[in-house]
């Protein structure tokens, strides 16, 4: 329906429209529904709404639409293939009843939707105007607007474009007969997979009634709050001690495959060691035993209570979210919940009714639980394969001890109980006075060698919240691959330790997180100004007494593996690593750091690490929100008290030096190491260097020109793939743009691509160079309008702060001078700025990361299989030579350390003038 309607016939009109006026558009399906969403400037929006109605009014569909549209679906079921969720979702779907629509291929590919009707004389054309004349009904369709117009204004608009779209007046489809999916023998067993990715999971699942009428109570949401409850006397704190899990989340993710009008699921996902893969039946029990415990114990209105309170405070203070994303919610809930509760319905608790909460409670006992264990030690135990994604996997009875013992009365674990009353909870909300001058931007109020403090009082918002951000900066990191690993493990033990400690802050909407960035730990606190210090204290406690145990420190390093591993075996993060390895000289690279950890690291050299970094550092920190100057500074003082270190001995750049790139194509081409895994992923990118902002907004505005044309002749016209899109990018303060297509080595070779990205960039030229002043003008007054949008919380306005602080560049009015910048621009600058990096001189790099199908031979001229589910255990780059097809055209980079100690380093730079 995006590809063309009777008034607007253009295939990508709407698209083209929406860019030109700095819009978005998305659509999703689900079991239920299909959600439909756009925003645009909002001197466009009537002309928008208007195109986008005849989607549903009066839709073209073309046959050869229909065709290349399917590619794209194609591709997005490659695209989903190698992912762990979807595969166990479709597999869960697999044990439905038969017939029941459970059990229904939801990805489609160009198996169902091409191949298969035509040998059975299928016309899918006809049956897709079949499907929107049966299902696209005026009379069960929902539709939100929202803008600054005024709301007569929004209504005559709704009424004179929409009244045109079609009743059929047939009832809505109801499925809600069709209940008891799981109701069968094969449900209730122990499910054995073989996961994409290196983890070991245990997921227990139960399949029960519906449960979206009992919104007003949720049970759902009040079990899974104690079940997912990390702190003393919880599932996971027991299993953690144990050293025998690491994560465990507990609930409904209310998508429509977890809760439709059939069935409501809940589940329970554990992310285990190896030693809790070993100890997998006890888990479970263990999870059995909490259960037990809280059926017998039955709902507590303290705890319910508690609950009602967060979600209120939240709700009450809640910042405004991203009207596309807000009318998408709203939609949504238009659908599910009465008039009265549109906006609250899926938020808050409304009244407490023991007996729903324990009907539900009471359900979940082990007889009806389904088991499902995730881990690549399955290997070889797994005879049967799923039919669409090709999943792994083998079924097996409960041993007979433990289905014996949980039919029995079982003990209770002393050690499991509720949650003790939270401290964490907000009372004051009151909005503090200004105790120095009101000020536009941060301003620095603490300058010592040790660390600087910038800090902005918010007088916009108005809410009792506040953000801190610090980042603490040390030479160490960068040192060798080794400390860079120091590092992660320090990082991944800090929060370990901090998990238990800390969650009931956590569930108060205090949140945290602590990141190993590439040259200091950022430690990010946002919630509730009430009770934030607390939580603060307690995170930089915690670091300045860091420790761990040998126990701790394995599993740690364990999992750290898998973590580096599960990132290698991704095209998309593989090809990134390989891109700022080659640009970013001194980088230590995603393989060296696996390197670094299989040879091995000792707890010592981690303590010993982590007393260096503690010794001496430079502290940065950026407050915001509902604090005053002296309460701001209150906690870069904790920092300095409690660590007590000395400072840097000389400054030190957060950043990169880069290598400049000869002039010529460069290529890198190497293999994608999950030999399972169809997707390549393809870079082009050209290497501009050290620039202004006036460059810098240049090279935004030239990318804004590319991104409907480059997806139109990418995806839409050629059907390369799903995901393509053009980048600005400032790689270290270096600027540069590139074109990224994902595409499948079952469909196109990787250099095929690299051509066609040329193809297009070449008629990119002859496409600006025909623009018309209007047109030019209409693209830049979109961008300026895009950076004078008004930030619709105080998170993102902190984000943009903290980005400026924490690459050292300040210049926290950016916005203003891009802007300037822009409304000076003609298009023979564009056109020129164009042409300066296409010339003969252009610095260009490609990136193939190439994936496993029959269009990328192996070195021996065979084509190149994608069914062994298998990982090249050896985690090295396998350079592949270029073909004949760009071998005259492009220079092969088939050494990246050698090919980059030949280069001439860029100087430091930022681009902040």
């Given amino acids: 329906v995006f590809m063309g309607s009777l008034k607007y016939p253009d295939e990508n009109g709407f698209d083209a429209f929406l860019k030109k006026h700095g819009g978005s558009d998305n659509a999703s399906t689900d079991c239920e529904r299909t959600v439909f969403q756009f925003d645009v400037q909002r001197k466009y929006f009537k002309e928008a709404l208007d195109r986008w109605a005849q989607f549903f009014i009066h839709p073209l569909m073309i046959r050869d639409a229909i065709d290349r549209e399917v590619e794209a679906v194609d591709s997005e079921y490659q695209l989903a293939r190698p992912s762990d969720a979807n595969?166990?979702?479709?597999?869960?779907?697999?044990?439905?009843?038969?017939?029941?629509?459970?059990?229904?291929?939801?990805?489609?590919?160009?198996?169902?939707?091409?191949?298969?009707?035509k040998k059975n004389n299928i016309d899918t054309h006809a049956r897709l105007r079949e499907f929107w004349m049966h299902y696209y009904s005026a009379h069960y369709m929902t539709l939100v607007v929202q803008s600054k117009e005024t709301l007569d204004t929004l209504e005559n608009w709704v009424t004179e474009i929409f009244s045109q779209i079609p009743n059929n007046g047939l009832p809505k489809p109801n499925f809600g007969h069709l209940t008891d999916p799981f109701d069968t023998p094969a449900f209730n067993k122990l499910y054995r997979v073989v996961p994409i990715r290196k983890i070991h999971a245990l997921t227990i699942t139960w399949a029960l009634p519906p449960q979206q009428q009992h919104y007003r109570v949720k049970p759902l949401h009040y079990i899974s709050w104690l079940v997912g409850h990390e702190g003393k006397g919880s599932i996971l704190s027991y299993l953690r001690k144990k050293c025998w899990a690491l994560a465990l989340f507990g609930g409904n993710g209310e998508t429509g495959f977890e809760q439709n009008s059939t069935y409501s699921v809940f589940s329970i996902s554990i992310t285990l060691t190896d030693e809790g893969y070993e100890h997998f039946y006890e888990v479970a029990h263990t999870v059995f035993q909490y259960l037990k415990m809280l059926q017998k114990l039955g709902p507590e209105k303290r705890v319910f209570e508690e609950i009602q309170k967060i979600e209120d405070n939240e709700f009450h203070y809640q910042e405004q979210t991203d009207p596309v994303e807000y009318v998408e919610n709203m939609c949504e809930n238009m659908q599910l919940y009465p008039l009265q509760?549109?906006?609250?319905?899926?938020?808050?608790?409304?009244?407490?009714k023991p007996e729903v909460i324990a009907e539900a409670l009471n359900q979940l006992v082990p007889q009806?639980?389904?088991?499902?264990?995730?881990?690549?030690?399955?290997?070889?135990?797994c005879n049967l394969k799923e039919k669409w994604f090709g999943t792994q996997y083998s079924i097996e009875d409960v041993e007979n001890s433990w289905a014996e013992l949980w039919k029995s009365n079982f003990e209770l674990n002393p050690d499991l109980h509720l949650p003790a009353e939270n401290k964490y909870i907000a009372t004051d909300f009151t909005l503090k006075a200004f105790d120095c001058p009101e000020t536009e931007y941060p301003v620095k109020i603490v300058n010592t060698p040790q660390g600087s403090l910038w800090y902005k009082k918010d007088n916009k918002f108005k809410i009792p919240k506040a953000y801190i951000r610090f980042h603490l900066i040390t030479p160490l990191i960068q040192k060798s691959a080794a400390n860079v690993v120091l590092f992660d493990i320090f990082v991944n033990i800090l929060t370990h330790n901090l998990a238990e400690p800390a969650y009931e802050a956590d569930v108060a909407q205090l949140e945290y997180k602590l990141v190993a960035g590439e040259h200091g730990l950022i430690i990010r606190v946002k919630g509730f100004n009430h009770k934030l210090p607390l939580l603060f204290q307690l995170i930089i406690d915690y670091l300045a007494e860091f420790s761990s145990t040998p126990a701790v420190f394995t599993m740690i390093m364990e999992q750290l593996k898998k973590t580096y591993f599960n990132i290698l075996i991704k095209p998309e993060t593989l090809a990134k690593d390989v891109r700022l390895l080659i640009l970013e000289y001194a980088r230590w690279s995603m393989i060296d750091k696996y390197r670094a950890l299989m040879d091995g690291l000792s707890l010592e050299s981690l303590l010993s690490f982590v007393k260096e970094f503690k010794a001496q550092l430079f502290v940065e920190g950026l407050v915001q929100g509902n604090v005053t100057s002296t309460e701001s500074?209150?906690?870069l003082k904790y920092v300095v008290d409690k660590l007590n270190f000395m400072p840097l001995e000389q400054e030190m750049p957060v950043q990169f030096q880069v290598v400049e790139l000869p002039s010529g194509h460069h290529l890198c081409k190497v293999r994608a190491l999950n030999k399972g895994d169809a997707n390549s992923e393809v870079t082009v990118y050209y290497q501009s260097g050290t620039r202004s902002l006036r460059e810098y907004t240049l090279m935004e505005l030239l990318v804004m020109h590319m991104e409907e044309p480059c997806f139109d002749f990418l995806r839409t016209k050629q059907t390369l793939g799903y995901h393509v899109y053009p980048t600005c990018r400032n790689t270290s303060g270096i600027l540069g743009f590139s074109v990224t297509v994902g595409t499948q080595a079952t469909k196109y070779n990787s250099e095929i691509v690299d051509k066609k990205i040329e193809e297009f960039l070449s008629s990119f030229e002859e496409k600006i160079e025909n623009l018309t002043e209007d047109a030019f003008n209409t693209q830049v007054t979109a961008l300026i309008k895009l950076k004078e949008c008004e930030d619709t919380h105080l998170g993102e306005e902190v984000d943009r702060n903290w980005n400026?602080?924490?690459?050292?560049?300040?210049?926290?009015?950016?916005?203003?001078?891009e802007i300037e910048a822009l409304k000076s621009?003609?298009?023979?600058?564009?056109?020129?700025?164009?042409?300066?990096?296409?010339?003969?001189g252009s610095k260009m790099l490609s990136v193939h990361v190439v994936g496993y199908g029959k269009y990328e031979p192996e070195g021996d001229g065979t084509p190149s299989g994608e069914d062994s589910n298998s990982s090249c255990e050896v985690m090295q780059l396998a350079y592949l030579p270029p073909s004949p097809l760009l071998a005259d055209s492009t220079i092969p980079i088939t050494d990246i350390r050698a090919f980059t100690s030949t280069l001439s380093l860029l100087p430091y730079h930022k681009i902040v003038k």
């Fill in 341 to 352: 509760d549109f906006l609250t319905g899926d938020q808050l608790l409304f009244e407490y």
């Fill in 804 to 817: 400026e602080v924490v690459t050292q560049q300040y210049l926290f009015d950016r916005l203003a001078h």
């Fill in 633 to 635: 500074m209150d906690f």
């Fill in 368 to 381: 009806k639980a389904n088991l499902v264990l995730l881990s690549g030690a399955n290997e070889g135990k």
């Fill in 87 to 117: 595969r166990k979702e479709m597999l869960f779907g697999s044990l439905a009843r038969p017939g029941h629509p459970m059990g229904k291929f939801f990805w489609g590919n160009a198996e169902t939707l091409k191949h298969e009707p």
């Fill in 825 to 840: 621009f003609s298009k023979s600058d564009l056109v020129n700025w164009f042409k300066a990096h296409r010339g003969p």
